[in-house]
């Protein structure tokens, strides 16, 4: 898409990735907030951590990728799909965990219990 800067590029390929194909995306993507992230609203129904196992996938790839990506409502039988670009260091809202650092994180608090 012609107005996507390289970071809004790079979240569309995850989109395309996650839909397995551009051909199956449903709905129309839009810049997000920041010049480094997309949205969608859809009505996909893939999202689950197995058989249609999109939501697994989103968040291996997020991690990956270092890509924060979030879930919303978005009316009914729709979902708001949002994709932001990040790094690997700096603040909370500017870095994204690999996926090691984010499973030995939820894993140590567990161990808290």
């Known amino acids: 898409m012609e107005w996507m800067n390289e970071d809004q590029r790079y979240c569309y390929d995850m989109l395309c990735d996650l839909f397995k194909g551009e051909h199956r995306i449903i709905g129309k993507v839009k810049p997000a907030g920041s010049t480094k992230g997309i949205m969608i609203n859809t009505t996909s129904s893939i999202w689950a951590t197995f058989d249609s196992d999109g939501l697994t996938r989103a ?50 608090k567990a161990d808290e219990r």
């Open 59 to 108: 968040v291996v790839m997020a991690h990956d990728r270092a890509i924060r990506f979030e879930i919303h409502s978005s009316g009914p039988n729709m979902l708001k799909l949002l994709f932001h670009r990040r790094g690997r260091t700096g603040a909370m809202y500017e870095r994204h965990p690999t996926m090691q650092e984010a499973l030995n994180n939820i894993l140590s």
